[in-house]
T-cell receptor, first 113, second 114 residues
Framework: AQSVTQPDIHITVSEGASLELRCNYS??????LFWYVQSPGQGLQLLLK??????LVQGIKGFEAEFKRSQSSFNLRKPSVHWSDAAEYFC???????????FGAGTRLTVKP | DTAVSQTPKYLVTQMGNDKSIKCEQN?????MYWYKQDSKKFLKIMFS???????INETVPNRFSPKSPDKAHLNLHINSLELGDSAVYFC?????????????FGPGTRLTVL
């Protein structure tokens, strides 16, 4: 079965600074990869997803992520963070032949003024 | 128009009680899920139904019983509630099973067992 690791439990960045959240996955075949964001007290909202094709995917709210098969990674990036980006971010991996999506433990993002 | 809705949003109850959480999706999806998010924000799948049929049943106590009266609804019934059941429960849906596709989440139900 697939699995996901998010090495950083908590990251703090200044508003306007760039952001990179790390995600590593384990799966034997081509994975389906997702980033979700959870604002306090809210459900999960999809930021972006990778199924195939171009390894750099663009998402909502100015986020992007790059799939690197050689590193089994799918890191999330944003060039300039806004205070409203403070939230919990989850990386998830799905697989073609099942709908059992596995989530990472999440990375909490704090944005300093 | 809410895509995936859950009721109630908050549920506070005593140990030993039986409670239900309802979930409805209006996206026309075939597959629905229940997840449990613990106090450390770890999100773990509990059940998955495809066209009213159970397809994923993780190691969950049999006090938890999902019920899918139709494709658009997946309710979660919990018997004999325990302190450790306190968590946020999320319902989700996806277009179909077996495609590893995007899941749409409800707003969550925060269950507190006293």
């Amino acid at each position: 079965a697939q699995s996901v690791t998010q090495p950083d439990i908590h990251i703090t960045v200044s508003e306007g600074a760039s952001l990179e959240l790390r995600c590593n996955y384990s799966y034997g075949a081509t994975p389906y990869l997702f980033w979700y964001v959870q604002s306090p007290g809210q459900g999960l909202q999809l930021l972006l997803k990778y199924f195939s094709g171009d390894t750099l995917v663009q998402g909502i709210k100015g986020f992007e992520a790059e799939f690197k098969r050689s590193q089994s990674s799918f890191n999330l990036r944003k060039p300039s963070v806004h205070w409203s980006d403070a939230a919990e971010y989850f990386c998830a991996v799905g697989a073609l032949n099942n709908n059992d999506m596995r989530f990472g433990a999440g990375t909490r993002l704090t944005v300093k003024p | 128009d809410t895509a995936v809705s859950q009721t109630p949003k908050y549920l506070v109850t005593q140990m030993g009680n039986d409670k239900s959480i309802k979930c409805e999706q209006n996206l026309g999806h075939d597959t629905m899920y229940w997840y449990k998010q613990d106090s450390k924000k770890f999100l773990k799948i509990m059940f998955s139904y495809n066209n009213k049929e159970l397809i994923i049943n993780e190691t969950v106590p049999n006090r938890f019983s999902p019920k899918s009266p139709d494709k658009a609804h997946l309710n979660l019934h919990i018997n004999s509630l325990e302190l450790g059941d306190s968590a946020v429960y999320f319902c989700a849906s996806s277009q179909r099973a077996g495609a590893g596709g995007e899941q749409f989440f409800g707003p969550g139900t925060r269950l507190t067992v006293l």
